[in-house]
């Protein structure tokens, strides 16, 4: 099982961006943005950290697979790409 912490904070973020997108709450991901809430932004990781590492139904491959799929989505839309390396460079800065 791969742990959340196992995957890089640019790979987590195509997570979370995806899954916000997936989810209808692009205005949650502009309103980090706009803000600069670094905390809202950390908060949310820590969610997704919780519901990944108590996830014992995906197997490694299925993990890698969702993983790879949120990269890719998140790589090639004109949005979110922009919107995960903004994300990035806030948690960078902090």
């Keep these: 099982m791969c742990k959340w912490d196992d995957i890089s904070l640019q790979q987590q973020l195509d997570v979370l961006v995806y899954d916000m997108i997936e ?20 908060r949310e990781l820590a969610k997704k950290k919780q519901i990944w590492d ?14 790879a799929n949120s990269t890719f989505y998140v790589s090639f839309d004109h949005r979110a790409r922009p919107m995960r390396d903004f994300l990035l460079t806030l948690l960078s800065t902090r």
């Design 23 to 42: 989810g209808g709450h692009w205005g949650t991901l502009e309103s980090w943005k706009d803000k600069r809430d670094t905390e809202g932004l950390q």
């Design 54 to 67: 108590q996830n014992k139904l995906l197997s490694v491959a299925a993990q890698d697979a969702y993983i």
